[in-house]
């Protein structure tokens, strides 16, 4: 069964471009979460997906968007790059009931750098 | 506001003994906590996971427990072995939404 898969592994922009992060889920999960994770840091909540819907977004400015499309798989767009958006950005997915989820699976992180 | 904390930025051990690794949550209303390991240039991968309705729970060389009046929980891991070394992640999460991860403990295992 494959896991859950991103791309690009690495994606270098300069400043004010836009970068769009794509992840495929694990088949039969219908949630995703995207997560950053800057140098040194640990993961911050940027988004989580279900059934389509944005359920949940982080402490992060308008400028960080997304969606889930109707097979599940998800992309993140970063509008107006910044230099502090280099970072690792994680999807994970998670077989959500509405009541308890069981745990994330993450893919490999999408590598950000922005010039 | 971090909710979930981890105080300890590094951990240090030596082969064969045991690493416990804390982890202190402020929102009571978390029911499902879960620890996960990350090596370098990877995505964190899954270890262990315990419901607020229990205080225990064991796989393998790896211990969670849980202290709901003190908020707070604990990875126990004996015995260390050097490819134990990474960064851990606590993790909590209201009914499976949202999980919220604290800054992570960098563990080293030293053979």
Redesign the interface.
């Known amino acids: 069964e494959a896991g859950?898969t991103q791309s690009p592994t690495h994606l270098i922009k300069t400043r004010g471009q836009q970068a769009t992060l794509r992840c495929s889920p694990i088949s039969g999960h219908t949630s995703v979460?995207w997560?950053q994770q800057a140098l040194g840091?640990?993961?911050?909540?940027l988004l989580?997906y279900d059934e389509g819907e944005e359920?949940?977004r982080g402490n992060f400015p308008p400028r960080f968007s997304g969606r889930q499309f109707p097979n599940y798989s998800s992309e993140l767009n970063v509008n107006a790059l910044e230099l502090e958006d280099s970072a690792?950005y994680?999807c994970?997915s998670?077989l959500?009931?509405g009541?308890?989820?069981?745990?994330?699976?993450?893919?490999?992180?999408s590598?950000l750098t922005v010039l | 506001d971090q909710q979930v904390k981890q105080n300890s930025p590094s951990l240090s051990v030596q082969e064969g003994r045991i690493s416990i690794l804390n982890c202190d949550y402020t929102n009571s209303m978390f029911d499902y906590f879960l620890w996960y390991k990350k090596y370098p240039a990877e995505g964190p991968t899954f270890l262990i996971s315990i419901s607020s309705i229990k205080d225990k729970n064991e796989d393998g060389r790896f211990t969670v427990f849980l202290n709901k009046s003190a908020k707070h929980l604990s990875l126990h891991i004996v015995p260390s072995q050097p490819g134990d070394s990474a960064v851990y992640f606590c993790a909590a999460s209201v009914r499976g939404q949202n999980f919220v991860f604290g800054p992570g403990t960098r563990l080293s295992v030293l053979p």
């Open positions: 859950v979460y997560y840091l640990g993961l911050q909540f989580w359920r949940n690792l994680l994970a998670s959500y009931s009541l308890v989820s069981g745990e994330l699976f993450f893919g490999e992180g590598r």
